[in-house]
Structures are given as structure tokens and as C-alpha cells.
């Protein structure tokens, strides 16, 4: 694609041009030297030896009755029909300023003019008046101006950009409202209900005129501080905004706000300052719970507020929720629940066991009360508590908020994103689910619409609670500060819904109002385009292989491929103006693909190795508000190669044939030759094999007898085996959160594990790996298992290192004429669970903690080995020799680590890492298996078992292969 340049050269008197038209099938510029045309590529002037040929043409505009308005610099407004000057408009007429720099026509056939000193309304009988946009000012450059598809013109001025209402007002938008720069220049709509705006110095300003559904109130406009935590609308129509700055109370129609202060020292400050909620009683007081030590809360009867505290009945002077229930208002303080009786404001104390801080209080469809605590969540049914956190697969962290749908289903709002309470479990949804950020700080639930809103420092965010009780589904839409909503990071529980059906969310920047009402969806699907084709990633000359290339992408039209040239990818793009990140794809290559691919971001499709024959790309694309595309497509076609043709089918077809006669005839004659020999020698070879089969039998016979008494000794030997492994119920009686995952190769095993109690009452276990596996390995386990309980119970050693050495001279006895020995990780645990002892031949013991107290480890800080959300593996590293003979031996080394609850520490053999298997038949590795134990940390350690050995299985079968080593996992939860 190419761009001319017309200039003098072309017939142009002067190279400054200021507009263009398409009117009346004419090409008309606007230029500083009069209105000319373009004709074929001459420039000539449209109305020769006219005013019109020497005036500074700066706009044009065509009306409804197809006659040309000429916008000048300096002479006015012309206006035209069949070439013929109808009416030309001045300053005399009444025009504000020569310079006339926009027109609009409106419904009812009148125009409004902007200037650079204001606006003009020329009606039909041409009489021009002047528009006050405040009464008395008129210093106003009107830039630009545009009519959107509601027929609303919209105005770029010097000082906001402004809307013409059907009542003859004009409403203003300003940086206040989420410009970036009052000085607009030009604007424009497009066909998703957008207005966009080139600013002076700001880039371009992009505002849905369809969704003024967010107001926006601050410090500006009458509050008392930005930082807004909580809205209420009270009986009499009247909202108040509690922030960090104290109470306003504000009549919104009349748009005055009154803050309450009072005189303290001289100094007037506000009343209640870090409000966290407000609620009114049936008698129109009005209660307000505040976070200031020593306050506690107000109620406001109308003229007085009168402070209630601890000495009032309050748990705490902190006050963070409010909730009416039963007639009565449940209160959530720093240290538990009060309940307040509005007919006699007597605070009494319901659930004492409560405690701690209670954020927030709702009352189920059942009656029962659930709340929401700074470690978890709590259910009351009137009589009993029943908490929730991580043992329930809930959390053990703050919650902010929840809420009750109609359904039943109770929806939390956390650190660690979405949960939902339903039938008797709980759902999480995080970022990964769609959510648009795992911390949300407050949960509304919009009866009257059946949405669920939540609140998060990345904006607010709906969900479809009739689509999830439907089929588990999370349908959301979200807003941001590109919507409107200029808060974008909301407080907690600062979430209100008025009797006007808006949403009011508390945030960092004010109070922002969202009109429910006028929330629209986006009808107009995105407009999609494919871009491009290219081969292995690079542009090639694809008129080599098509009849032409089409005008605007250069896709190639009937485009024909060699079969060595079928590594495509095609390049594709969806026009969504209103939220061009939101925008997702699904395509297909038909008949290769049988249905459309999963929804995707990216902007292109890469097909490999595509076979001979005629195809058809396809690609949709949906907008934010899941409004589809109709798909658009591209289609080719891959030649086989030569050898793959019709033609050459039938030439080998016919060769082949002739062939196979010739050569069956020729084969028929030597086989009848043939027979009578063969007859011959098979009657005498079956004589010989009947012999023959009756000496394999005999011997099959002898071979089957032997292999049976080996198994059948080797079955022994297992028994023997397993006698000296630790039953489970003494594994369970010492250690009762623990596991054991044992999975011989063979029959026996050269792995085992071991588990015993000294005199003092420290906990002894271990994984050992033996030399070898199979029965040579399971010779070695024996020894190793004696040798353990020799050195603990026999030699009365206390710590791992010395029964380490102690074991080492043992085994180096026995095998004195070999080198058969074991690697081994040896715990010991003291009696009140508080301190780990550790000693390694060659194998470790990892301790995965949930906790950001470092791991302490021979009186230091140990280094963490991975962390991942929160949950940290650490790894003691054992000594590089194994017990048995080992040329440099050194004492073992004793490691001695300090153990907080929750710990869950884990010894194994090298069977479990090194597995072969998965897509590409590698090894599983450490550092997988360290992944693995931190993502089920919150399991439980039976669940764990299962977990790793599911994990393992799959593992194997998914690289078609089979089990390579003897495997010995042993873990233990303190």
C-alpha cells in the first residue's frame, strides 16, 4: 500500500490544508487559500472568482438537507446549495467570533456553532443567538463536536468536554470526572457507543457515552477526606460518608454537604474520625462505629451524638461492622460481638467465646449467623460455634466480608481470592479462575439482580450467582478505572446499595456512586480481520502461488501450495474499541480441526506439517460482554506431491498389475515342482519334531519345578522381610500424623524403613536405600534394620550421627570382604515434639513449613530451598558418604533443628526422584518432588500418601514404562 502526495505541484495554491469532504461524489479541501476539489490528480478550485475561492476554509459539515456549511478562520459560515452561496453568517448576525471552528445539527433542525469565544445557535430561520453554558460566560473555545447514535452532540472544548440535554442544558465532564486534560481538541464516536477525544498534550481519551453510570465524590466536591470507608443511605433520603476525616452527611439533589465537627482545644475537627460503618435503628438514630481508641461509637439522634464505649458494655472501643438482625443491631469490635437493642440501647455481650476481630456479620436464609474473623470464619446457630479455616479447606487468614445468596451458598471474600461455602464444602476461585485479584476487600450481594459484587484494589467485579448455581460456572464483568470507576482500589466492606438501585463503593479516592440502571451491554461483537499469512514464521511472495493479493492485508486469493510448503501461521486481529484487552479468540482449520479450539488471547494460529488437500482457516472473536463475531475465513489448498497424484496411482496401479500376473504364472509352475519334494520331507520332519517336542516337554517341566521353589523361597524371604519393618500401629501410636510410602520393585526390597523409641522417649525413624534391590538388596535391609537397633537399644546411642557411625563399624564387619552398604537419612524426635535430630549418609530430610518464622537449624538460620505461596521447604543436607566401606570417612555429622507446630518433615530413598517416565520418559527430579510435597501441604498426611502414590503411578504409565528402582517415602507432621 502506497500514499500519494498531492501538493502544488498538483494545483494546490498554498500546501496548508485544513479539512477534506466526500460531498456530492466530489473530493473537497478546505484550504488557507480558498475551497478546492480534487479531479483525477488536479487540484482546481470548487466556486472560481467567488468569495469562496479566497477565504481560510478551516471545516466543513454537511447538513440533512444535503447543503455545505464553510467553517472560516476569518470571514464566518457560508452556507451552499447547487454551488450557490444561500447564506452567509457573521459576526453582525451574531456570531460570537469569525473563527467558527465546528457545526452540529440537532433533531430539530437547528445548528450549533462552536467558535473560538463560545457557542451560536443558528435556527431554522437563520436567526443566531448566543449559548451561555454558565449564565454570563462565553470565553469558551469550542474545538469540535460530534452526534453520537442517541443523537446527543457532544462538544471538545478548551475547558471539559460538553453535553447538549434535551432540557436546552449542557453538562460538564472534566478531569474530575476522568479526563486527563480539560483542553480537548477534536472528537469523534465510533460504532460501540464511544466517544474519542484528542487532547492538548494527554494522548487520546476514549469515554462510553452509554455508561455514565459511575459519579465520583471527594474532598473536592464536600467530603471531609479521600479515604472513604464506609456509605448509608438513611430513611429521610440523605447519605452519609464516614472516612478517615470524620462524618459527612449529604442532601445529593440539592448537592450540599454538611461535616460535623467539634471544638477541641480551639481547633475544630471532625466527629468520628476512621468511621468503619453506620447504620440506622427503627427509632431514626443514627449508630456509628469508629476505630479511635478511647471512642468506641456514636449515636446521633438528630441534634447530639453521645459516645458509647467499654463502659457502656462494647468488648472493644474499636468498632468495625454493623448488622441489624432480629430487630436488634449485632455489633463486630476488635475483641468479639455485642448485641445493641435500639428501644433501650442496652449492649450486651451474646458470644463471649468470640474474641477476636469480627469484620463482618451475616444472618443465613436458616437463621444461623455467619461471621467473618480476622483467622477464619464462624458459624453460630444459637447455641454452638462451629469454626472454619484451613483444617476445613477453608483459610486460617483475615476475611474481610461475606455474603448470603438465595440459595443458601456463603461467599467469602479473602487474601487468598473467592470461597464459596456449598453443599457442604468449599469452592476457591482465584486469578486463574478469573477473578480479578486474589485480594478482595468487601462482598455484596445484589438480591434484586442475583449478582454477586466484590471489591478489590484492581477495581469492582460482578458474578453471575444464578449461572453458578446453575452449573458451578463463574460468569464476571468487571470495571476499572478505564470504565469510569476512578476509585479503582476499594476499602473494606466500604459497599452499600441505595433505594435508587446504585452501588456505592468506599475507596482510596472518595466515594464512587454506579448507576445499576444504566449498566448496558455491549451489543456490537468485535470486528475481525485476518491479517496475514506466512510460511515457517516468515513473509513470503505468495503471488508465486496465487491468482493476486487482495487490497488491504495482501492475503493471497486462491492460493495453491506445494506440498513441502505447509507450515503456516496465520495472523489475526478483533476491533473491540470499548475493552481491546478483553477481546478473545477461538479458530479452527477445517477439516483438520473437528471443532473450534479453546478461547485464546493471542492474535495468531500456527499450524504444522498441514496434509495434502483444500481447507478453510476460520477465526471468531467475542468482546467483554461475551457478544460473538460472526467467524471470518481464509481458504487454500495443499497439492499432494507428484508421487501422491491420481496419475501416477494408475501407472503403478498397471505396472503392478502386469507384474503380478507375469510373476504368479511363472511362480505357480515352480511351486507344483516344488510340492511333491516338500511333500516328501515334512511327512519325514514331522516324525523328528514329534520326538523332539516330547524331549522340550520333559525339560519345560524340570525348568517349571525349579521356578517355583525359587519364588516360592523368595515369597519367604519377603515375610522375613516385612518382620522387621515397624508394624503401622507402632508407627501411629508414636507418630500418629505420619505415612509410609513402600513400593518394592521386586518381591523384596532393597529400600526399608525402620521407627523406634529409646529409654528417653525420643523418636527414632528412617528411609534407608540398600545396595542393589531385589533379593541381594533385601540381605542388606536385614543388616541395616539389625544394626538400627542394635545401636539405639543394644548400645544405648542417643543421637543419629553416633548410631550412624555405630552402624557404619557394624556393617563393615559383616561385609568385611565387600563393599555392601546403604544410604540413609536417620531422625530423631524429642518427646514434646519441640526439636528434630538429623543425620544423613548421602540422604537428606526436608521440612516444609507454612510459616514466615524462619527455620532454625544448629542455633542458626537455615537457607530456604523453595518457596511457593507461602509454604517454604527446607532441605538439612547429609553427609556425601554412605554407611559401609568408604575409602575417606569422616563421623557423621549431627544437625539439630528447632520444630514448630505443622511441620511436616519427610526422609526417602532416591527411588522416588529418579523414576523414569512422563510425556517424554524423564526422570520425575528433586526439584518436582520438592513442588509436589509444598502444593499439598495443607493435606493431611494419609491424603498424602495417596497423593504421592497416584502422583508416581501416573507418572509411569504416562511414559509407557515400569518401575525402576525400590521406592521409600516416610513423612511425619509435628
Not at 14 to 20: E, G, H, S
Not at 417 to 435: A, C, E, M
Request: charged letters at 25%.
Amino acid at each position: 500500500q502506497e500514499f500519494k502526495n498531492y501538493t502544488a505541484q498538483n494545483g494546490l495554491r498554498q500546501n496548508r490544508v485544513f479539512c477534506y469532504l466526500n460531498y456530492e461524489e466530489q473530493n473537497l479541501l478546505g484550504t488557507s487559500q480558498g475551497l478546492m476539489f480534487l479531479e483525477q490528480d488536479t487540484i482546481l478550485s470548487y466556486l472560481p472568482q467567488t468569495i469562496i475561492d479566497s477565504v481560510i476554509v478551516y471545516n466543513m459539515f454537511r447538513d440533512s438537507q444535503n447543503r455545505l456549511w464553510i467553517l472560516t478562520i476569518r470571514n464566518g459560515v457560508y452556507i451552499l446549495k447547487n454551488k450557490q452561496i444561500l447564506k452567509h453568517l457573521s459576526v453582525t448576525d451574531g456570531l460570537l467570533h469569525t473563527f467558527v471552528k465546528t457545526v452540529q445539527e440537532d433533531k430539530d433542525g437547528n445548528f450549533w456553532l462552536g467558535t473560538v469565544k463560545g457557542f451560536n445557535k443558528v435556527k431554522r430561520d437563520w436567526t443566531v443567538e448566543v449559548v451561555h453554558v454558565v449564565e454570563g460566560e462565553t470565553v469558551l473555545t469550542v474545538n469540535s463536536a460530534a452526534k453520537d447514535k442517541d443523537g446527543n452532540i457532544w462538544f471538545a472544548t478548551s475547558a471539559g468536554l460538553y453535553k447538549y440535554l434535551p432540557d436546552g442544558k449542557f453538562k460538564k465532564f472534566t478531569s474530575k470526572n476522568g479526563l486527563p486534560i480539560n483542553y480537548l481538541l477534536t472528537i469523534t464516536t465510533d460504532n460501540e457507543s464511544n466517544l474519542w477525544m484528542g487532547t492538548n498534550g494527554k494522548g487520546v481519551c476514549k469515554f462510553n457515552y452509554r455508561g455514565e453510570k459511575f459519579f465520583n465524590y471527594n474532598s473536592e466536591i464536600g467530603l471531609s477526606n479521600d479515604i472513604v470507608n464506609t456509605i448509608y443511605e438513611d430513611s429521610e433520603g440523605k447519605y452519609w460518608f464516614g472516612s478517615q476525616g470524620g462524618i459527612v452527611r449529604a442532601n445529593l439533589e440539592e448537592n450540599k454537604f454538611r461535616t460535623f465537627t467539634k471544638n477541641t482545644n480551639g481547633i475544630e475537627l471532625g466527629i468520628a474520625t476512621n468511621t468503619y460503618d453506620i447504620i440506622e435503628d427503627k427509632k431514626g438514630n443514627i449508630w456509628i462505629g469508629t476505630i479511635v481508641d478511647n471512642v468506641g461509637m456514636y449515636r446521633y439522634d438528630g441534634n447530639d451524638f453521645t459516645e458509647y464505649n467499654i463502659s457502656n458494655g462494647l468488648k472493644n472501643n474499636k468498632i468495625v461492622s454493623f448488622s441489624e438482625i432480629g430487630g436488634n443491631i449485632w455489633i463486630g469490635t476488635y475483641a468479639g460481638i455485642n448485641v445493641l437493642n435500639p428501644l433501650t440501647n442496652e449492649i450486651t455481650d451474646t458470644i463471649q467465646e468470640i474474641s477476636t476481630v469480627v469484620w463482618n456479620i451475616k444472618q443465613d436464609k436458616n437463621n444461623n449467623l455467619w461471621l467473618a474473623l480476622e483467622n477464619g470464619a464462624a458459624f453460630y446457630d444459637g447455641n454452638k460455634i462451629r469454626y472454619f479455616n484451613k483444617d476445613n479447606g477453608f483459610v486460617n487468614d483475615r476475611v474481610r466480608s461475606l455474603a448470603v445468596d438465595n440459595k443458601n451458598n456463603i461467599w467469602f471474600a479473602t487474601n487468598n481470592g473467592l470461597f464459596v461455602y456449598s453443599n457442604n464444602q468449599f469452592l476457591n476461585f482465584t486469578t486463574k479462575d478469573g477473578i480479578l485479584s486474589n485480594t478482595i476487600y468487601s462482598i455484596f450481594y445484589d438480591k434484586d439482580n442475583d449478582n454477586i459484587w466484590i471489591g478489590t484494589q484492581n477495581g469492582i467485579q460482578k458474578i453471575d450467582a444464578n449461572a453458578f448455581n446453575r452449573k458451578f460456572q463463574l460468569r464476571t464483568k468487571s470495571y476499572g478505572k478505564e470504565d469510569g470507576f476512578i476509585g479503582v482500589e476499594c476499602n473494606t466492606n466500604a459497599v452499600f446499595k441505595d433505594s435508587k438501585n446504585r452501588l456505592w463503593y468506599g475507596t482510596v479516592k472518595g466515594a464512587t456512586c454506579f448507576d445499576l440502571n444504566k449498566e448496558v451491554t455491549l451489543d456490537s461483537p468485535p470486528i475481525v480481520h485476518i491479517t496475514g499469512v506466512r510460511y515457517e514464521l516468515e513473509d513470503i511472495n505468495w503471488l508465486n502461488y496465487s491468482d493476486s493479493l487482495t487490497p488491504d492485508f495482501h492475503l493471497p486469493v486462491n492460493l495453491t501450495l506445494p506440498y513441502n510448503i505447509n507450515r503456516l501461521k496465520f495472523d489475526y486481529v478483533g476491533i473491540s474499541y470499548s475493552a481491546p484487552a478483553k477481546v478473545e479468540y477461538q479458530y479452527k482449520l477445517v477439516p483438520l480441526d473437528k471443532d473450534w479450539l479453546p478461547l485464546t488471547k493471542t492474535h495468531e494460529a500456527v499450524y504444522s506439517h498441514i496434509p495434502p488437500g483444500e481447507y478453510t482457516f476460520m477465526v471468531k472473536a467475542k468482546n467483554k460482554d461475551g457478544i460473538w463475531s460472526e467467524p471470518v475465513t481464509f481458504s487454500f489448498t495443499v497439492n499432494p506431491p507428484w508421487y501422491n497424484t491420481w496419475w501416477f496411482y494408475s501407472i503403478v496401479v498397471l505396472v503392478g498389475a502386469s507384474s503380478v500376473y507375469g510373476f504368479t504364472k511363472y511362480r505357480t509352475k515352480q511351486l507344483e515342482k516344488q510340492k511333491k519334494i516338500l511333500e516328501e520331507q515334512v511327512a519325514l520332519r514331522t516324525e523328528e519334531l514329534r520326538a523332539e517336542k516330547e524331549k522340550v516337554e520333559q525339560k519345560n517341566k524340570i525348568i517349571e519345578e525349579k521356578n517355583t521353589e525359587i519364588i516360592d523361597s523368595i515369597n519367604y524371604a519377603k515375610g522375613i522381610q516385612e518382620s522387621i519393618l515397624p508394624p503401622v500401629n507402632k508407627i501411629l501410636k508414636y507418630l500418629p500424623k505420619s505415612f509410609v510410602l513402600y513400593r518394592p520393585k521386586d518381591i523384596v526390597s532393597g529400600d526399608f524403613y525402620w521407627m523406634d523409641v529409646n529409654e528417653d522417649g525420643w523418636i527414632f525413624f528412617t528411609a534407608a536405600d540398600c545396595t542393589g534391590h531385589g533379593v541381594p538388596g533385601a540381605f542388606v535391609s536385614l543388616i541395616g534394620a539389625n544394626g538400627l537397633n542394635r545401636a539405639v537399644n543394644g548400645f544405648k546411642l542417643k543421637t543419629p550421627a553416633k548410631v550412624l557411625d555405630k552402624l557404619t563399624e557394624l556393617v563393615e564387619q559383616t561385609f568385611a570382604e565387600r563393599k555392601d552398604g546403604m544410604d540413609i537419612a536417620l531422625c530423631s524426635i524429642s518427646p514434646d515434639y519441640q526439636t528434630l535430630m538429623f543425620a544423613g549418609a548421602n540422604n537428606p530430610v526436608w521440612i516444609v513449613r507454612k510459616s514466615d518464622q524462619p527455620l532454625i537449624a544448629d542455633g542458626k538460620e537455615h537457607k530456604v530451598s523453595l518457596e511457593k505461596e507461602g509454604v517454604y521447604l527446607y532441605e538439612i543436607k547429609a553427609d556425601k558418604q554412605p554407611v559401609g566401606h568408604f575409602d575417606y570417612r569422616q563421623p557423621f555429622t549431627n544437625h539439630e533443628v528447632e520444630l514448630h507446630s505443622g511441620d511436616k518433615i519427610y526422609v526417602f530413598s532416591d527411588g522416588y526422584v529418579d523414576q523414569f517416565g512422563g510425556p517424554k520418559d524423564k526422570k520425575f527430579m528433586s526439584k518436582s518432588f520438592k513442588k509436589l510435597l509444598i502444593s499439598i501441604y495443607d493435606t493431611s498426611m494419609e491424603k498424602q500418601r495417596d497423593i504421592l502414590d497416584e502422583t508416581i503411578e501416573n507418572w509411569i504409565q504416562e511414559g509407557n514404562t515400569f518401575q525402576t528402582d525400590d521406592i521409600c517415602v516416610f513423612g511425619v507432621e509435628v
